[in-house]
């Protein structure tokens, strides 16, 4: 079954040095992984998306995220968090069964807490 | 930018009633879920729409559940029965269907909590 994991509950970094959310993917093929972003009482806001093409890839607000096929890996990172950057963070990978429907499967969340 | 909207943005319900959480995802999407996330816990997927259909359902998705697309622009959840546990934030998403396109948008959520 597809699943994906978070390791961190939460990730504690000081504004101004880089950031990583770290996540794990475990799929049946060729993964389409993606990170979302959850502030307090807001929805889930799209951040970015691998699915295919170069492993680095750029998202919104600085964020990027790096596929490693090798480790079945997509960390997220930011090169100098920012106090905004305060949120949950979602790891997701989109299930291949179900045909072309495809729900996406979430890890368990990452609380980042930027501190002043 | 088009963005998925939900009403209401809370709910308060008794414990036996039904509640109809509504959606209107953008509008030329083709395919439409509803996710649930139980407070402190991971998002879950509940259902998949498509073509005035059910593609796909989890096992929470039981027969006090249902969804339908009313018109061109409106996508509904019902709970026809509500327990305790059905309390949660409730997420829209929609998904254009374009090939290659495999973004998945929510809206801001429904907050239910049942008593």
Known sequence: AQSVAQPEDQVNVAEGNPLTVKCTYSVSGNPYLFWYVQYPNRGLQFLLKYITGDNLVKGSYGFEAEFNKSQTSFHLKKPSALVSDSALYFCAVRDIIGGGYNKLIFGAGTRLAVHP | ?115
């Open chain 2, 1 to 115: 930018e088009p963005e998925v909207t939900q009403t209401p943005s809370h709910q308060v319900t008794q414990m036996g009633q039904e509640v109809i959480l509504r959606c209107v995802p953008i509008s030329n999407h083709l395919y439409f879920y509803w996710y649930r996330q139980i407070l402190g816990q991971k998002v879950e997927f509940l259902v998949s729409f498509y073509n005035n259909e059910i593609s796909e359902k989890s096992e929470i998705f039981d027969d006090q559940f249902s969804v339908e697309r009313p018109d061109g622009s409106n996508f509904t959840l019902k709970i026809r029965s509500t327990k305790l546990e059905d309390s949660a934030m409730y997420f829209c998403a929609s998904r254009s269907g374009q090939r290659g396109v495999e973004t998945q948008y929510f809206g801001p959520g429904t907050r239910l909590l049942v008593l």
